[in-house]
């Protein structure tokens, strides 16, 4: 999950000085939105990590204009990724939901935002189609607190930010095993549903998209699990 726009730091900081490992932590790559390069508010926030830079589904259609452009960039990004992946012994730090998680209305706790299936898929697939082996695992992050996001999904920059002191934490999920991800039961209900469907084309967009789902959701649930146990609904 992702918190705040000082989520590199956090990680190098938690991983480098209470957990020993300065190496991973210095040579982690993060993969960050566009307002990394763009906001003059977050820039400082990135500076010293590594960065691939991706933008947003939630921002790549502001600018009509630049919609094009941005696509570009998107694919040159994921490229860079499988290069990497092809090339082994990269740690790749991304966030699937697209977005930094909020505090909820209703409830007052800062929930996990959900991770996109797109996103998901796309790492997978990326990773696949490296041929190396790759290892998977999610991370739970509670930094909310040290730079809260606004309430609202906003396109333009210079909203009001508040920057805090607090306890950042962390948890590691143990590897994600992709052909045992999923419950038996949840991918037999698919099949069953997807059985029902009468147009072959229409089934199988079905079939897939709903195991994508159901994939990125189940993941969702680990990392809340882990999330859960360093306190990071009550921050």
């Given at each position: 999950?992702?918190?705040?726009?000082?989520?590199?730091?956090?990680?190098?900081?938690?991983?480098?000085?209470?957990?020993?490992?300065?190496?991973?932590?210095?040579?982690?790559?993060?993969?960050?939105?566009?307002?990394?390069?763009?906001?003059?508010?977050?820039?400082?926030?990135?500076?010293?990590?590594?960065?691939?830079?991706?933008?947003?589904?939630?921002?790549?259609?502001?600018?009509?204009?630049?919609?094009?452009?941005?696509?570009?960039?998107?694919?040159?990004?994921?490229?860079?990724?499988?290069?990497?992946?092809?090339?082994?012994?990269?740690?790749?730090?991304?966030?699937?939901?697209?977005?930094?998680?909020?505090?909820?209305?209703?409830?007052?706790?800062?929930?996990?935002?959900?991770?996109?299936?797109?996103?998901?898929?796309?790492?997978?697939?990326?990773?696949?189609?490296?041929?190396?082996?790759?290892?998977?695992?999610g991370m739970a992050l509670a930094t909310y607190a040290l730079l809260p996001p606004p309430e609202t999904v906003d396109k333009s920059f210079g909203e009001r930010r508040i920057v805090k002191h607090t306890p950042l934490a962390l948890a590691?999920?143990?590897e994600i095993n992709w052909e045992t991800l999923v419950p038996q039961d949840c991918l037999e209900k698919i099949e069953t549903e997807a059985a029902a469907i009468a147009d072959p084309t229409a089934m199988r967009s079905y079939l897939k998209?709903?195991?994508?789902?159901?994939?990125?959701?189940?993941?969702?649930?680990?990392?809340?699990?882990?999330?859960?146990?360093?306190?990071?609904?009550?921050?």
């Open positions: 999950n992702h918190q705040s726009e000082g989520d590199p730091h956090a990680v190098d900081i938690l991983i480098s000085k209470l957990a020993g490992y300065s190496a991973l932590a210095e040579n982690m790559i993060f993969m960050a939105g566009d307002r990394v390069r763009e906001d003059a508010l977050v820039v400082p926030f990135s500076l010293g990590r590594n960065l691939l830079t991706v933008y947003s589904k939630k921002h790549i259609n502001d600018e009509p204009e630049r919609r094009e452009e941005k696509q570009l960039h998107n694919r040159r990004t994921i490229k860079a990724t499988e290069s990497l992946f092809k090339t082994g012994g990269t740690c790749v730090w991304f966030a699937p939901s697209g977005g930094r998680d909020r505090r909820s209305a209703s409830s007052g706790r800062v929930e996990i935002a959900p991770f996109d299936a797109d996103a998901v898929e796309t790492m997978r697939f990326t990773a696949l189609k490296s041929g190396t082996p790759t290892h998977f695992y590691v999920t143990p998209n709903a195991q994508r789902a159901a994939r990125a959701n189940r993941i969702t649930e680990i990392v809340s699990t882990e999330y859960a146990g360093i306190g990071g609904y009550e921050q």
